[in-house]
């Protein structure tokens, strides 16, 4: 799932997980189950899983440091350099997400096209129609399975073009045609991402000094990132078997699909710094602020932190101005879930989560506002804060914070129990897969959430 959008202007909005399948998913730990002994578990799953991403990875990190290269040598011309990420990014692509790779160079034609068109029909939602039409066409006729399989592919670059299209909306400078197909085909960030904005993608090529240091943080994003896999692809299932208690394996789970996650980010990072990104543009996730969490608001912003920033710039904003708050945390939500496609389990965790978040928000605003306590769902600075009772002179608020915290965990341990690596992963979880699971619970956090909103509105 590339996750979640918020709503303050701040921080309270947000991305999702990039939802990009790899064959790493082969790896299902079912054969291995049986086997107790931690050799055989590094034989038969940690292995070969860790040999074959390495594998793997290795074009993407050559058209990477191929881009890098070229932005730090100083007579390469610009529209040289345009061509050269250009060209990486085809690479890539053709290599890693085949499926999508002539529907994708069409999209970037017609895409540039209508940046042409005159200002009045490229302001508001017009921008979004062709991306639209892309997303419609690829869950209609394209087969589910490698639809599921590069719908992160095209998301980045319907974010790309998106983005580009509004930022330019305004003004009557047309990018050239190389800077655009440089920027949406760059095969630095074509394939895991993240989205970066044009003027990110621009500054490539005015850094020309070479950071060596980088090299060291390339490696060991890229040993936090194996570490995850591994994780989700193996130890959680070697630690925790399917016998165990429903909610420890919904658990587990959630666990996994959040190692998974984190998989991508951090292989993301590594690959943006190997190709010359700023090491400031490198961070996406935080996994610590999700694991415990001081809300489920601060999950949603530290979840993809790239498209955290583009659902709140692009999607909240323009929203809020027509719609009001609610509205436009509603529309955020909608956005997030067609860009991953029109699936239902997506949707479904994703409008449960918006009114998750919407909820907890309202309702800790109140309560810090009562009690002039530091219980809302962002933490007050270390340095200013405005309410007279904090976590350092009144132990309730510790404990009142650490009972949202354990909310969250809870609400993310039913939200992510649907990510399963079931059968239908390949193709994408039914509206029956999404039902069932939730019944399973009892529909608990459900029934949580409206009892914390009844909690709200006696309240207020």
């Not at 931690?38 to 990875?57: F, H, K, M």
């Not at 692009?314 to 609610?326: A, C, N, S, T």
């Not at 002179?393 to 341990?413: D, R, T």
Request: glycine letters at 4%.
């Amino acid at each position: 799932m590339d996750l979640m959008p918020m709503y303050d202007d701040d921080s309270e909005c947000a991305g999702d997980q990039q939802c990009f399948s790899t064959n790493m998913d082969d790896y299902d730990y079912e054969y291995v189950q049986e086997q107790e002994s931690l050799v055989e578990l590094y034989q038969y799953c940690i292995s070969p899983t860790l040999n074959d991403t390495l594998w793997y990875l290795i074009p993407l990190t050559i058209a990477s440091f191929t881009c890098n290269v070229a932005a730090r040598i100083n007579y390469i011309p610009h529209k040289m350099f345009h061509s050269i990420t250009a060209s990486t990014g085809i690479y890539v692509l053709y290599n890693y997400a085949y499926e999508c790779f002539f529907l994708l160079l069409f999209y970037v034609i017609l895409s540039y096209l209508f940046l042409h068109l005159p200002k009045k029909h490229r302001q508001g939602t017009k921008v979004f129609l062709p991306s639209i039409f892309l997303i419609l066409y690829c869950e209609v006729f394209m087969h589910a399975k490698d639809w599921n399989k590069i719908r992160g592919v095209v998301m980045i670059a319907v974010m790309k073009a998106i983005s580009l299209t509004v930022d330019m909306s305004d003004t009557d400078k047309i990018v050239n045609v190389h800077e655009y197909i440089g920027y949406m085909l760059c095969g630095i960030t074509a394939i895991f991402g993240p989205w970066t904005s044009f003027e990110t993608y621009t500054n490539l090529y005015n850094e020309k000094k070479w950071k060596l240091w980088w090299f060291f943080v390339v490696i060991s994003y890229a040993i936090v990132g194996l570490f995850c896999l591994s994780i989700s692809n193996c130890w959680t299932n070697w630690i925790l078997s399917d016998n165990a208690a429903k909610w420890m394996v919904a658990f587990r789970d959630a666990f996994g699909f959040r190692t998974s996650h984190y998989f991508v980010c951090f292989i993301s990072s590594a690959i943006m710094l190997l190709g010359g990104y700023p090491l400031t543009q490198s961070l996406l996730t935080k996994p610590l602020e999700i694991e415990v969490p001081r809300s489920l608001v601060q999950v949603v912003v530290s979840w993809n932190m790239p498209m955290h920033n583009w659902l709140k710039t692009y999607v909240f904003r323009p929203g809020r101005k027509q719609l009001g708050r609610f509205g436009a945390i509603i529309l955020t939500y909608l956005a997030s879930s067609l860009l991953h496609g029109l699936n239902f389990q997506l949707a479904a965790v994703l409008l449960s989560l918006g009114f998750y978040t919407y909820i907890e928000y309202q309702l800790r605003q109140l309560l810090a506002t009562e009690f002039n306590a530091c219980i809302g769902s962002k933490q007050c600075s270390a340095y200013k804060c405005e309410h007279l009772r904090t976590t350092y002179n009144c132990y309730w608020v510790v404990l009142v914070n650490g009972a949202f915290s354990i909310l969250a965990i809870f609400h993310l341990a039913y939200l992510g129990l649907m990510f399963d690596a079931s059968e239908t992963q390949e193709t994408g979880y039914s509206y029956q897969h999404t039902i069932n699971k939730w019944s399973e619970l009892n529909f608990a956090s459900h029934w949580v959430a409206c009892t914390t909103y009844l909690a709200y509105y006696l309240i207020r």
